[in-house]
C-alpha cells in the first residue's frame, strides 16, 4: 500500500486505473455566454429522483458560472468526439467558437451530437475538497446508438466488447451454422462485401476467372496461359480453355509469343473495377473505429500466413 502523503502522482495514478467514460458539462455564466467543460466525474446517483453528479475544480474558470446558473447539461461523448473532448479541457479557450449548439430546456448550450444528454436543474452543491460536487436532477434526456469515448490510465480509450460465451459452432442436426463458426463468418463477410464488385463485373461482361486473370497480371506479365491456370488453380476460379483467347478477342489481353499481358483496355477494367472495391470499402468503413479496423486487418493477415502455405508465390502477400 502507498501511504496517502506519497506524492500526489501515485494518488492520481491510482484513480486512472478507474475507467469511465468522457462528457462536456455546459451552462451559461452571468453575461449568458455559452461555459463548458470536459469532466469524466460524472456518475449516476439516484433514480427517484432522476439525480446525478459530478465535480468541479474550484480554481476552474468556469466555476462561477457553473455555481451561480443553476442548471447544466452533461454530454456523454461518443468514440468520434475526441477533439471536442480537447478543445473543452483547454482552460479559458474560445471553446464554442467551431461547435454549433442549441438552449436547451432549461437554457444550458446543447450540442447536435452526443452519445448521451442530461439537462439538469442544480439541486445541491457540496464542499469536496479542491472541487465542488455537483448534483443535478435530471429534467430531460437522450441518448443515441453510438460507440463511447472511454477514458483510462491518463488516456483515452475505446470500447471492445468481450467476446460472448461460445455457443455451439455446428447445428449438425439442422444442417446451419451459428454465427460463431469463424470460417463461416469469413466466407458470408467475402460474399456479401465482394457482392457489388461481382454485379459490376457482371455488368461488363466479366465473370470471376476473367477479373482474377486480370488481377494476376497486375501483379507478374507476361504470363503463358498454364502459369496463369496454376496461379488461380486454388481459388476455384482458373479460366477454362478458350477464356484467355476470348480476352484477347475482347481487347483485354495482349498476346506475347505463347503468354499473355494486360492490354490497355484490361488495365483500365482492372483499375476501375478496384476503384469501385475501394469505394464500397470506405463505406464500410466508416462504421468501425480506427482501432477495430486496424485489429480486424491484423487478424485476417494472420489467417492468410497461417493458412497460405501452399498457395502460389504471388497469393503469399
Ligand atoms: C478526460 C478529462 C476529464 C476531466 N475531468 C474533469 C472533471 O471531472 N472535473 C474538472 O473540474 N475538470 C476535469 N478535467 C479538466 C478540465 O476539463 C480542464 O481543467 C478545463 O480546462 C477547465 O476549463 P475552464 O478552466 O475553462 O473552466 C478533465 C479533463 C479531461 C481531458
Redesign the pocket.
Given at each position: 500500500m502507498t501511504p496517502i502523503n506519497e506524492p500526489i502522482r501515485a494518488f492520481r495514478d491510482a484513480l486512472g486505473t478507474f475507467a469511465t467514460g468522457?462528457t462536456i458539462v455546459t451552462t451559461l455564466d452571468s453575461a449568458g455566454d455559452p461555459?463548458g467543460?470536459?469532466?469524466?466525474?460524472?456518475n449516476s446517483v439516484s433514480l427517484d429522483p432522476p439525480l446525478i453528479l459530478?465535480?468541479?475544480?474550484k480554481d476552474?474558470?468556469?466555476?462561477d458560472a457553473f455555481c451561480g446558473s443553476g442548471h447544466f447539461a452533461i454530454h456523454v461523448l461518443a468514440a468520434s468526439q475526441e477533439a471536442l473532448?480537447?478543445r473543452?479541457?483547454?482552460?479559458?479557450?474560445d471553446k464554442f467558437a467551431e461547435t454549433p449548439w442549441r438552449k436547451g430546456t432549461l437554457g444550458s448550450p446543447v450540442f447536435a451530437d452526443f452519445a448521451a444528454l442530461f439537462e439538469c436543474r442544480t439541486r445541491h452543491q457540496y464542499e469536496g475538497g479542491d472541487?465542488v460536487i455537483l448534483v443535478g436532477e435530471v429534467v430531460a434526456h437522450d441518448a443515441r446508438d453510438a460507440a463511447p469515448l472511454l477514458?483510462h490510465g491518463g488516456r483515452y480509450a475505446e470500447r471492445r466488447p468481450r467476446p460472448g460465451a461460445a455457443e455451439a459452432s455446428v447445428d449438425i442436426e439442422h444442417g446451419r451454422f451459428t454465427d460463431d463458426f469463424l470460417f463461416y463468418l469469413i466466407s458470408r463477410a467475402h460474399f456479401q462485401t465482394s457482392r457489388p464488385t461481382r454485379e459490376r463485373l457482371a455488368t461488363a461482361g466479366l465473370n470471376m476467372a476473367q477479373y482474377l486473370t486480370l488481377a494476376v497480371l497486375s501483379m507478374d506479365q507476361p504470363l503463358t496461359g498454364s502459369a496463369i491456370i496454376q496461379q488461380l488453380a486454388h481459388t476455384g476460379h482458373a479460366p477454362e480453355a478458350g477464356t484467355l483467347g476470348a480476352m484477347v478477342t475482347a481487347g483485354l489481353l495482349t498476346p506475347a509469343g505463347d503468354s499473355f499481358a494486360l492490354s490497355e483496355t484490361g488495365r483500365e477494367r482492372l483499375i476501375d473495377t478496384l476503384a469501385f472495391g475501394k469505394a464500397q470499402e470506405a463505406d464500410l468503413a466508416n462504421h468501425f473505429t480506427p482501432a477495430e479496423l486496424a485489429e480486424t486487418k491484423a487478424v485476417l493477415r494472420r489467417i492468410i500466413e497461417l493458412t497460405g502455405a501452399d498457395v502460389p508465390i504471388g497469393w503469399r502477400n
Open positions: 468522457v461555459v467543460v470536459t469532466a469524466s466525474s460524472f459530478w465535480s468541479l475544480a476552474s474558470l468556469s466555476h473532448s480537447n473543452f479541457a483547454r482552460r479559458g479557450d472541487h477514458f
